[in-house]
């Protein structure tokens, strides 16, 4: 499956597929090279009624957060741009409501990773986790930066001492690379995991995916 798909047929074929959630990032919003929401509107209005939506990139500020407050999607994901804006995690919930945000924690040996993965910050992943999970955010998005693209398997020991330590649902983002690596997402009791790179490289389908998921 190319990467260079038009989006919103991408979107519809995953749809058709079985997905039930999509997680859709504005990479252009990311690195503050313009936007992306007709885009995503045109996706929100093709496939909304079918699948739940999870949207982020770029949401640093709460005029940010402001711009695309009108969206129809399920969830608002804040970067690690809460780590020198701790304000911003009580703006989003004000606007959009506990339910429909979530906080992505990239992490490099343990300690957040900010701007882009570029910087490493003095502040451990799982305290940032449950001072987030403590403001009322019930859903975060961890990715072990040293796994991710990988395909040798997410952190799941530390995204489950995560979840257990904050008390919010964590995701698992990156290093998925096998349908084993599945079946450990189940026996986990984790809130999930996104798929890109296995599904677009055609390692497994999502309806192989599902089926490895229900096996347990």
């Known amino acids: ?111 957040v990773a900010v701007r882009g993965w570029r910087e490493t910050s003095s502040l451990f992943a799982r305290d940032l986790a449950v001072r987030v999970a403590g403001e009322g955010v019930r859903t975060l998005v961890y990715t072990d930066i040293g796994r991710d693209g990988m395909l040798s398997g997410p952190d799941f020991v530390g995204a489950a001492a995560m979840q257990e330590l904050s008390g919010a649902g964590v995701i698992v983002n990156g290093g998925i690379g096998s349908l084993d690596d599945l079946l450990r997402l189940r026996a986990s009791a984790l809130a999930g995991a996104m798929l890109g790179r296995p599904i677009y490289e055609g390692r497994f389908t999502l309806a192989q995916a599902f089926t490895a998921l229900l096996e347990l």
Request: proline content about 3%; hydrophobic content about 45%; overall charge negative.
């Open 1 to 111: 499956m190319p990467h260079d798909d038009d989006p919103v047929a991408l979107a519809e074929r995953f749809v058709v597929q079985g997905a039930k959630w999509l997680h859709i990032v504005d990479l252009d919003r990311a690195f503050g090279d313009g936007d992306n929401r007709d885009l995503i509107g045109r996706i929100v209005t093709r496939v909304g009624s079918h699948v739940q939506i999870q949207f982020g990139g770029g949401l640093r500020t709460k005029a940010k957060l402001e711009e695309v407050r009108d969206l129809e999607v399920a969830r608002f994901v804040l970067g690690t741009s809460v780590v020198t804006r701790p304000e911003l995690v009580g703006q989003a919930l004000e606007l959009f409501g506990a339910g429909r945000v979530a906080v992505g924690i990239d992490a490099r040996d343990g300690m």
